[in-house]
């Protein structure tokens, strides 16, 4: 039987304070252009009352105070490190990186590789896995292409491979939040120890990490509840959300629309009556209440009054804060007064005497004066704890598929047509398309819907085959379509649909059929850059005859190249690189040729005969 909430008379109006409103500038000021992005505790505003998990986990780590000695920026594309003076200790040379943890920071090279840096630069870990978390006590999670997750430590060596698990988390106080997914493919989450022992099983809805000893979890109807580290609830599931307990002891609770605060008994502390609030990370904590944001004490009196339009929290025992007022972002102290005054398009809070602050799109540091120890010159600087708290499998056994879907691709055929050069005759006599090819025709295309489902999660949409020259011509006089036989194939594009498990497993899938392609044609499997950033590019040149599969969610892919100029110019399109030349100037699909136009094929097409 669930615990009851306690009941608590209706609280009397909260106390304001003497202080008075803080009054910025006079000056007039642009409308800012971007909108106001504070850390820490305002990137856990706890508005939304069904923040996901992967939410809350990153959000677990912002109490713990940064490695603030090497800061990354990035500049042009690149991320490199600059130390508090401005100058740089690392050059700008990754596509990615995050703050120092553990001592390591967490660089991705221009292949999309991750891997660890010490603060000289050095790769301690190579840069070899598709996903990687930041170091937290001592261990992170990798991912290698196509495979589990896995723990490591500072070294690299690895501690255990989590093959049960669809996605993990970073540990806190031991524990490593991860899940799994039920026969609804619905997440149940749970927590495995630094041995990789599973200490509680998945059965929860949502989580959030430890902290001080006690876990948020939501149970299958959405009602949160905090448990033990041995999985018994020490607060029942009633809530509608819930924060963390941090210093103060005290954690957000949501009922109805309303949020107020709790003790690790579960009893309210202060009743719910806000709109929106933060974690007590000191002895503050903010909340909203008619659309603006203030600060109260872990009594629910306002210590600095709701008066600002956006606000972060004091964190990191720097004694400022971040407020918005007239679409600018300044600091104010804790008796809320400005210490800088409302200037900046953008800030974070205050770290060891600075704050990152943006102006114009540009990003510098500040120290607590509000001078600029570094100009804003970086086209961004990576927020504390941002990303990479979490990994997800990548394992996918994808024999049974390519068994089934490749059974006719050989060296000497593909689709069980000649790989030398496919005509329409050849598509026009093909068992699966005999019968579907006619109504499906126009000029350079022929589109023909599959619905053939491969496995349990994966299903063959769609192929479709283009044509360098027209595929027939039509007579008006006679009424009678005569068809180019002979007209060949440039390429053929084989569409699929991705469901369940399968559907977070494109990229995988991917890599598998790349190399199952290759056993079978030869030749090289290469990544390719791509600027659709959601999706996993291949490639595979194997001399006349090349391949492309790209995998995005619950999508699939593969390209197969008869014509060397098609494929060239398909990689130009897919890269964006003007670098890639080709000397194509045929006529394109939609366009009409000869004497033939869509709207006569579309007409006519199920009347006329003339068969190949």
């Given amino acids: 039987m669930e615990t009851p909430l306690n009941e608590v008379p209706t609280p009397p109006e909260l106390p ?12 007039k000021r642009k409308k800012w ?54 100058n740089y200790v690392i050059n700008p040379q990754f596509s990615d990186a995050t703050w120092f943890n553990n001592g390591l920071a967490l660089v991705a090279n221009e292949e999309g590789e ?72 619905e997440a149940q989450w749970g927590f495995v120890d ?35 580290q041995e999985g018994t609830y020490v607060i029942n599931p009633q809530f509608d959300n819930v924060g963390n307990f941090y210093k103060a002891g005290i954690a957000p609770f949501k009922s109805g629309d309303k949020w107020g605060y709790i003790d690790k008994k579960g009893k309210y502390v202060i009743n719910p009556q806000f709109e929106a609030v933060s974690d007590f990370y000191e002895n503050t904590a903010m909340v909203m209440q008619n659309d603006k944001c203030g600060f109260i004490n872990t ?26 007022m007239d679409d600018k972002v300044g600091f104010i102290d804790e008796k ?66 390519l068994k089934s879907f490749l059974s006719n691709f050989s060296s000497s055929q593909v689709d069980g047509m000649p790989a030398s050069s496919i005509t329409l005759s050849d598509i026009a006599s093909h068992d699966e398309y005999s019968a579907s090819w006619k109504e499906n025709l126009w000029s350079r295309s022929l589109r023909i819907k599959r619905n053939e489902e491969i496995t349990d999660d994966i299903t063959l949409n769609a192929v479709e085959f283009y044509f360098l020259s027209t595929t027939y011509s039509y007579d008006w006089w006679s009424y009678n379509t005569e068809y180019n036989a002979d007209a060949a194939c440039s390429h053929i594009a084989y569409e699929f649909d991705l469901d369940n498990k399968a559907a977070s497993r494109s990229s ?33 040149e194997c001399g006349n005859l090349n391949f492309i599969v790209l995998g995005s969610y619950s999508e699939l892919w ?24 080709t000397e194509i100037t045929e006529t394109t699909d939609w366009e009409a040729t000869d004497s033939t136009d869509s709207t006569t094929e579309w007409d006519y097409m199920d009347s006329v005969g003339g068969d190949i």
Avoid at 16 to 27: D, F, G, I, V, Y
Avoid at 38 to 66: Q, T, W
Avoid at 303 to 322: D, H, K, R, T
Avoid at 569 to 576: K, P, Q, R, S
Wanted: glycine content about 10%; some cysteine; proline content about 5%.
């Fill in 114 to 185: 991750y891997g660890f840096i010490d603060k000289k630069g050095n790769y301690k870990i190579p840069a070899q896995y598709s996903q990687a978390t930041i170091f937290n006590e001592g261990l992170a999670f990798v991912v290698k292409e196509g495979g589990y997750p896995t723990c490591i430590d500072r070294n690299g060596n690895v501690e255990f491979e989590f093959t049960m698990a669809e996605g993990v988390g970073c540990f806190q106080e031991g524990l490593a939040p991860f899940y799994t997914l039920n026969n609804d493919n």
């Fill in 336 to 401: 809320g007064r400005y210490v800088i005054n409302p200037q900046f398009d953008m800030a974070y809070e205050f770290c060891d005497g600075f704050a990152i602050v943006g102006s114009d799109e540009k990003y510098g540091l500040i120290n607590k004066k509000g001078n600029y120890i570094v100009n804003p010159q970086f086209e961004n600087i990576k927020m504390p704890y941002l990303d990479f708290s979490m990994v997800r499998s990548e394992y996918y056994d994808a024999s049974k598929f």
């Fill in 299 to 324: 009594k629910g009196n306002f210590v600095i009054n709701p008066q600002f339009e956006n606000s972060s929290v004091f964190i990191y025992g720097e004694g400022l804060a971040a407020v918005a």
């Fill in 194 to 228: 630094k041995k990789g022992n599973v200490v509680i099983n998945p059965q929860f809805a949502y989580v959030h990490s430890f902290s001080n000893g006690l876990a948020a979890v939501a149970n299958d109807k959405e009602k949160w509840g905090f448990i033990n």
């Fill in 508 to 540: 995988s899938i991917a890599s598998s059929l790349c190399n199952k392609l290759k056993s079978i044609y030869g030749g090289t499997v290469s990544n390719v850059k791509s600027e659709y950033t959601y999706a996993s590019v291949k490639k595979i």
């Fill in 33 to 86: 252009l971007l909108p106001v992005i504070i850390g820490g505790g305002a990137a856990f505003l706890l508005v939304i009352a069904g923040i996901i998990a992967f939410f809350l986990l990153r959000s677990s780590n912002l109490p713990f105070k940064p490695d603030t000695s090497l800061i990354p920026v990035m500049n042009g594309d690149q991320w490199g490190y600059i130390n508090k003076k401005g």
């Fill in 16 to 27: 304001q304070t003497e202080n008075p409103t803080p009054q910025p500038p006079a000056k």
């Fill in 558 to 581: 593969l390209y197969v190249y008869f014509d060397k100029d098609t494929y060239k110019e398909a990689l130009h399109d897919i890269t964006a690189d003007d670098e890639v030349e």
